[in-house]
């Protein structure tokens, strides 16, 4: 089966078509904005026009407005091509990229705006809790492992005394789809936000 994997969580945009579990082709670029403009030609640039019998996008958290962008060109090129799409957590895609050769336990601290970042605990290629969204204080105290990956790994590796943890700094890439087990793939295409809405409505 040919896959299409479309990653816009953060500022990196990518995209990455696969035969089966084999690498066909992949475009990474860390954008910061102007993911709306870039991500259909990056992914007509592909062979056969990126055109697969599946697609897996990226449902957050991370950048609200990439991860909307994400979902509807999914969501768009799945009726067109009449294909299945499915989505994934793009806090597991950090995660997993740490797993090799074996899963190893990892905290996953990734920019979630408004000074803070999202936090996740995985052990055993599984998720331990929920997202959160946190100031750096409080990320201290969710941080269980000493392993950090993420774009904020370096800033939180560093609130704690020296060589206690070990930072991994990356961005999510569609072209690593293949390190995440299926179990993480879902029908759900709702964006995993990760904090409230910033709006509070009005009281009557």
Not at 178 to 187: D, G
């Amino acid at each position: 089966m040919r896959t299409l994997a479309i990653e816009t969580a953060t500022e990196a945009c990518s995209v990455a078509l696969y035969e089966g579990e084999r690498l066909i082709a992949h475009d990474h670029r860390v954008l910061g904005r102007g993911h709306a403009e870039r991500l259909v030609p990056m992914i007509a640039n592909l062979p056969d026009r990126g055109k697969a019998e599946r697609i897996l996008v990226s449902l957050g958290p991370g950048s609200f407005t990439g991860v909307r962008i994400g979902i509807a060109t999914a969501r768009a090129l799945g009726v067109a091509w009449d294909a299945k799409v499915l989505g994934y957590p793009t806090l597991a895609l950090v995660a997993a990229r740490c797993w090799q050769p074996a899963p190893q336990p990892v905290t996953v601290c990734m920019n979630g705006g408004h000074g803070e970042w999202f936090v996740q605990n995985f052990d055993q290629g599984k998720p331990e809790d929920e997202v959160q969204s946190l100031p750096p204080e409080a990320a201290v105290a969710a941080c269980r492992h000493p392993r950090i990956a993420g774009n904020r790994a370096d800033e939180l590796a560093g609130l704690f005394p020296d060589g206690e943890k070990v930072a991994i700094d990356m961005l999510p890439d569609a072209s690593k789809l293949y390190l995440l087990h299926e179990a993480n793939w879902t029908t759900q295409l709702a964006p995993i936000y990760g904090r409230g809405p910033d709006a509070k409505p009005t009281q009557p």
